[in-house]
Structures are given as structure tokens and as C-alpha cells.
């Protein structure tokens, strides 16, 4: 798509027709860019009344440059173009957008809406282009000051990109298909000498209106040289210059035509700060927060919208928009006892994405071993897989060093991720992950690994761990590796003392299903080459969603998946796995033989026959107190406890995470219930916790990241109900 991108300095705006992306949807993409610190950002739920249609609103104070979502699925953003047209007339300014947003059922009816409004009563501001998008078509609508409008349709297999210049060439008002205009539109431009037909030929609208038209003629849009995907968009909007210190909001509207309106329109909103290059920090509104307002309701944001807008972090300090705006305060969103790695580059850059963090104790030597993914954002052409240790607890740290993986974006080499580490009882440090070999695609590669006798400051060469078959999730072409990864660190909770772990496995059906991974021989001190690993739970044993019985009638776009397992122990000796899904809830599954049969997957609730207990397709990880082989009978819970199951992805908002106290209940079907135990992170969006524990005694420390940005470690306490 390089070859569509213009150089901006102000906001960029991208339509994508259904026959130009992967799967067939209109893609509507944008930064809008507002320079300096004072804005603010609110989302408000914008309810149905008196024939005026319910919605999502996107609202900067003070500004016109609000983006709409309503329910009929038709999304509007704009972008400031300037024209030539000078003189103070019209008094239509805010009302035009709104009025199309609450009244328009396609994207078609949104720009006659606009396109008479600006006929009736003109524009005074010099020029502003909307982008509105529905299921079936985007359009591009640009207004001059006065009363001159111009509307274009994007074909369905063209992309169209645009920034702070009209980009609506040659028109045919007769092709009423896929233009609008008001019918002064080349009158106007010939009186005021801006288009002289024997001089000019053709009328171009861009060139006779334009403030600033672009010295080099480009196409209003272009056919793609392959079909793109929303993941394309994201790393497209987070390019430089497109986006800048400038953006103060990203969004994606992805609107699939195969769904209705209010399941399926998707919005993935990016925030500053945010690596909007990466998917998995993005956040999906379905609706909005309360602490996305600073008013009680839309009626009143719409009425003061141009009032009260200064002040505005003084007079709303607990907004949720300045932990994104002010990056010095996300270091605070998540209390945390210990600070494990600050990047030392901004988001995006080369050590910003660090996550799947886990930590180990090596008692023998008394350190803590740290080991994480790193990169630029997840996925990057630089993931690596980095180690650290502390010899003070976690109160300092080394700086990481690469284990494996790519160096750099610059010279980038076959990607590492999903690391594996584990202690052998001589003191043996292991470290195995996920190695990018025959095919370039995230979760597809081979087991690798590395060994340390010295505490990890020095590594034997890589070898392969051998995968002793192949399953019916992984493709028939034995050139192509598995698609899988293990996102818990493997705990000594399988036979007699041996480590096991959950694997997500990935299949060619496009269903994720979650298998169990014993590693047989790592206190026999192997070479990475021999060691053995013993597959439990897999192909038609293994945890898919259809052997799920949901309380909810639901179905997910994303298909019905089962991933992540973590797994703890219970004080009679089975095993308790809890797992995310996207079906609303999380899973659990108990095992009585060391993790090598499982009983059926259930909804993870409360209690036996209690509330069930909600999440998105985000982890959860389940640890005990006193530490995560103990078998205690003291656990939490980490969660959302929130789903919408009208929302078409079950890719939900990563919203506020919440710590449940569990305890075994002997007897109990499920054997661990839990309770409400308080907020862990407040932060509204952006919380996808890949989390590891150690323990000190009754207590522990939780060992996270932040944003996937930074990594800190957190004391967790059991309170026996005190």
C-alpha cells in the first residue's frame, strides 16, 4: 500500500472497498491530529429519540473533527482541506455531521444529508473532506466554504487514502452511481477563474478548489497490489509521518456485510502512546465506559460542546484519556512493588513491546531468572526472546540480553517468542521458545532451546527439540511448521515432580485448541537435542469450544476458539486448568492422572451452579497464594468479568482486570470457588496480562506487564478474609 501513502502534517483518513480486502469488508481508517497537549478525548453512548438513531460519538471539545459510528452501522471522520474560496458566508458549522450521524441508514443517505445541509445554509469554515463508510460502499465527500459540495464513490476493489488536500478529481455529475455535487459546483470555479475549459480541459475538482493542490497528480484511488487485511491498516496508520506526536486518536471501523448493522461494525480504537502498529494493543468499543465522559450524558456533552473547553485536565483529573495522553502517568496505572524493565525507546521502537513475561527462582544460586518476548510490537521482524536476573529479590536487574531471535528491525533475522524456562534440580537453566524457521507467520515454528550452567551468563549453541509427530491440527505439508505456543512457564506439577505446561495449537480448520506438554527428562540435566516430551489431551482429545455448554446463545465472528491454559494444583492432587475462549467466559478442566486425561471443559463460575463468570479473549491466569506448585487451597483469580454478547468479535475491550480470591471446596464440583476480591488494574483499556509468580512464604509476587511496554512484579497477599 506504499505507493497510496501522501505525505501529512495534519490528519489522514483510508476507505477500503469490500472487494480490496481479505475478507470482504469495508475498512474505514483514520488518525485524526490535533497538535499540543490540550484536548481531550470522550466517548459517549448516544442513546435512540424522536426518530434520531442511537450510536457511538467520538467527541473532541471545541473541535469539528468528531468521528460517529451509529447503529445502522454508517461511520463518519473528516479531515481539514483548505480552500481558495475566502469571504464570510454560511452558518453551518457541527450540525451537518451530527445531523447525518443520528438521521443516515447507509453511508449514500449520510452524504445527501450533508451535501444539502451545506446547499441550504453554507459553510463558513474554508473546507473540510468526510470519509463515511457503511457494509457496502465509502464515500468521500468534500465541502468549500459557501455552498459548494462534491461527493465521490470509491469502487469496490480501490483503496482510497487522503490527508489535508481535496484528493476528488475529474467528476461526472450525470453518474449518479457514484458521484453528488451541488449543481453551482463548476459555475462557481469558472467565475472565480480557478477553471478555464480551453486552459484546464477536464474540470478537476482538487485542482480548482484547493488551497494547496499537489504539485504531481495522483489517482483518487487505486486498486491495491494485493488484498489487505485491518492489520495492514494498523501498521499503516502507525507509520511516520502519518502518524505523529500530533495523533490524538486512531480508529478502524471494520464493517462486515454478512452480519447485521449492530453486530457487524467493529471499532478498533488506538490511543497515544499505543503502538498502533500492533493489533493486540488496540481496544474495541462496543460501547462506551463511564470514564470515557466528562459529562453525566451526550445531550449535555452536545450542548457544551463548544463551551468549557479549556481546563480540561484540572477539572476531570480521573479521565481515562490522560494515562495515554501524558505517558508519565502509565507508569502509575498498575501499583506495582517492583520494576523489572523500562524501555529505553518510545512505542515502537526497538525494545517497546516486552511481554510473556516470566520469572523463575533459581534457589541454588539465589537469584531470580526474568525471561520475556521483546520487540518493536508483537509480531515485529525484531522479536527476540531476552534474560535477566536479580540477585536482590527483583529489586534490581541486569540489563537483558538476546537469547534468541532477530537483533533489529535494521538487520532482522528468523523471529523467537512464547519462551519455555525451567530449573533442572542440579541447577540446570533451560530455556526453550518458539523459532520462525521454513515460514514467515506468528505462532508457526519449531522448538528450540539453550541451556546455562553458570546462571545464565553464558548459553550452549541452539539446538532443536524434537516434535516426535504430527497432529491433525498442523498442515499436511511437512515443510510447514506447527502453529502453537505456550504462554504459561511450565510449573513441576506433572508426574512425580515434572514440569508441564498448556499449548494453545493452532489447526488448519482455523480452530485453536489447548493440548498439555509434559517434559519428561529435564532433571536428567539433557542436551536440548534430547529432550522428551510427552503429549497429552491432544487431536480429538483436545479442548475445542464445541464441547462447551454455554449459558448464552453466542456466536463470535473469531470462530469458537479455546486457548491459553494455566494450570495450578489442588490439595487432593489433581490438576485445575482455567483457559480464555470466545465464547464469553473462561473454561475450566480438571485432571486426576498428572495432566494426562481431562475431564469435559465447563463455564468458569463463582461457585457449583453460580453466576458465570465473564471475560473477553483475554488471558486469565489463575495462581496459588503460596506460590504455583503448593497446592495451598488459596488461589486468584485474574479476569474482566465483562462481555457483550451482542459485540460480532469476542476480541473484546481489555478493560479493568479484577483479582478474585479462590479456595478449594472439598467435595465441590468445581473445586475452586471464588469471591470478590477488588480492582487490580483500573486502567480502561489495554490490560492483557501474560503473567508469571513466585512465591515468599504465604505471599508472592505477581510478575506482569504494563501496556506490553513495561514489566514490574507486584506482591500478592492471601487475606483470609480479613
Known amino acids: 500500500m506504499s505507493n497510496l501513502i501522501l505525505f501529512t502534517l495534519m490528519s489522514f483518513g483510508i476507505i477500503a472497498g469490500s472487494k480490496a480486502t481479505t475478507d470482504g469488508y469495508v475498512y474505514l481508517g483514520h488518525n485524526e491530529d490535533i497538535p499540543g497537549l490540550k484536548k481531550m478525548l470522550n466517548i459517549y453512548n448516544v442513546p435512540s429519540s424522536d426518530n434520531n438513531l442511537a450510536g457511538l460519538w467520538f467527541e473532541f471539545p471545541g473541535r469539528i473533527s468528531d468521528s460517529y459510528v451509529n447503529e445502522k452501522g454508517v461511520c463518519i471522520v473528516s479531515n481539514e482541506t483548505p480552500s481558495k474560496e475566502k469571504g464570510k458566508f454560511g452558518t453551518l458549522l457541527y450540525e451537518a455531521q451530527t445531523k447525518a450521524f443520528r438521521k443516515a441508514g447507509s453511508a449514500r443517505e449520510a452524504v445527501r444529508i450533508i451535501g444539502m445541509e451545506v446547499s441550504r445554509h453554507g459553510c463558513p469554515e474554508s473546507g473540510r473532506t468526510y470519509l463515511i463508510a457503511d457494509s457496502k460502499e465509502g464515500w468521500v465527500l468534500s465541502i468549500v466554504k459557501g455552498r459548494i459540495w462534491v461527493a465521490q464513490r470509491v469502487p469496490d476493489d480501490e483503496i482510497m487514502t487522503i490527508t489535508d488536500r481535496f484528493n476528488i478529481g475529474e467528476i461526472d455529475l450525470n453518474d449518479k452511481d457514484n458521484f453528488m455535487g451541488s449543481e453551482k459546483l463548476v ?156 524501555p529505553k525507546t518510545a512505542r515502537g521502537g526497538e525494545d517497546s513491546f516486552n511481554d510473556h513475561f516470566h520469572v523463575l527462582e533459581d534457589k541454588g544460586r539465589g537469584l531470580l531468572h526474568a525471561f520475556w518476548t521483546q520487540g518493536a510490537y508483537e509480531a515485529a521482524d525484531n522479536e527476540k526472546v531476552v534474560h535477566a536476573s536479580s540477585a536482590d529479590g527483583g529489586k534490581t536487574w541486569t540489563e537483558p540480553v538476546m537469547i534468541a531471535g532477530s537483533p533489529s528491525l535494521d538487520k532482522p533475522a528468523p523471529v523467537a517468542a512464547w519462551q519455555q524456562p525451567m530449573i533442572s534440580k542440579s541447577g540446570r537453566l533451560y530455556c526453550l521458545w518458539n523459532q520462525e524457521t521454513t515460514v514467515k507467520k506468528h505462532l508457526c515454528g519449531l522448538m528450540y532451546g539453550r541451556y546455562s550452567d553458570d546462571g545464565g551468563k553464558t548459553w550452549s549453541e541452539p539446538e532443536m527439540v524434537p516434535f516426535p509427530k504430527r497432529f491433525k491440527a498442523d498442515p499436511e505439508d511437512l515443510s510447514v511448521p506447527p502453529t502453537w505456543c505456550i504462554w504459561q512457564r511450565p510449573l ?129 491466569p489463575i495462581y496459588d497464594y503460596a506460590g504455583p506448585e503448593a497446592r495451598s487451597g488459596k488461589y486468584f483469580l485474574l479476569v474482566h468479568n465483562t462481555f457483550d454478547f451482542n459485540g460480532l468479535t469476542a476480541y473484546q475491550n481489555r478493560g479493568p482486570v479484577y483479582k478474585l480470591d479462590g ?51 507486584k506482591r500478592m497477599r492471601w487475606n483470609d478474609g480479613k
Not at 453486530?263 to 478498533?268: A, F, M, Q, S
Request: glycine fraction near 8%; proline fraction near 7%; include cysteine.
Open 187 to 342: 459555475r462557481r470555479a469558472r467565475w472565480k477563474g480557478w477553471y478555464k475549459p480551453r486552459r484546464d480541459g477536464a474540470f478537476n475538482f482538487a485542482k480548482a478548489y484547493s488551497e494547496n493542490p499537489l504539485q504531481e497528480e495522483r489517482p483518487f484511488s487505486s486498486k491495491p497490489e494485493k488484498k489487505v487485511h485491518r492489520r495492514d491498516l494498523s501498521k499503516m496508520l502507525a507509520e511516520p509521518p502519518i502518524q505523529s506526536e500530533a495523533t490524538a486518536l486512531t480508529t478502524i471501523f471494520t464493517l462486515n456485510p454478512a452480519y447485521p448493522p449492530e453486530k457487524g461494525t467493529v471499532i478498533w480504537v488506538g490511543l497515544p502512546g499505543q503502538d498502533a502498529a500492533n493489533h493486540n494493543q488496540w481496544t474495541i468499543f462496543t460501547k462506551s465506559p463511564d470514564s470515557c465522559h466528562r459529562y453525566n450524558n451526550a445531550t449535555m456533552a452536545l450542548d457544551r460542546h463548544f463551551r468549557e473547553t479549556i481546563g480540561f485536565r484540572e477539572r476531570w483529573p480521573g479521565h481515562f484519556y490522560w494515562h495515554y495522553l501524558y505517558p508519565e502517568t502509565n507508569i502509575d496505572v498498575i501499583p506495582h512493588d517492583h520494576i523489572v524493565y523500562i
Open 663 to 713: 479456595e478449594f471446596v472439598p467435595g465441590a464440583h468445581q473445586p475452586i470457588w471464588f469471591k470478590d476480591a477488588g480492582l487490580f488494574s483500573r486502567r480502561d483499556s489495554g490490560n492483557s496480562l501474560y503473567t508469571s509468580y513466585t512465591s515468599q512464604g504465604r505471599s508472592g509476587i505477581l510478575w506482569f506487564g504494563d501496556q506490553k511496554y513495561y514489566l514490574f512484579g
Open 492 to 620: 513441576r506439577l506433572g508426574k512425580d515432580g515434572r514440569y508441564i505446561a498448556g499449548c494453545s495449537r493452532y489447526g488448519t480448520d482455523g480452530i485453536s485448541r489447548v493440548e498439555f506438554w509434559q517434559y519428561d527428562n529435564i532433571d536428567d540435566d539433557p542436551k536440548v537435542r534430547d529432550i522428551r516430551i510427552s503429549f497429552f489431551n491432544t487431536d480429538d482429545d483436545s479442548f475445542d469450544a464445541s464441547k462447551v455448554e454455554n449459558d448464552h446463545d453466542y456466536s463470535s465472528r473469531d470462530g469458537r476458539k479455546v486457548e491459553e491454559a494455566c494450570v495450578t494444583g489442588l490439595p487432593d492432587g489433581r490438576l485445575f486448568a482455567v483457559m480464555r475462549t470466545t465464547i464469553g467466559h473462561p473454561i475450566w478442566s480438571v485432571s486426576s492422572d498428572d495432566g494426562k486425561t481431562w475431564s469435559r471443559p465447563e463455564i468458569l463460575r463463582y461457585k457449583d451452579d453460580g453466576e458465570a463468570i465473564l471475560q473477553p479473549c483475554s488471558p486469565c
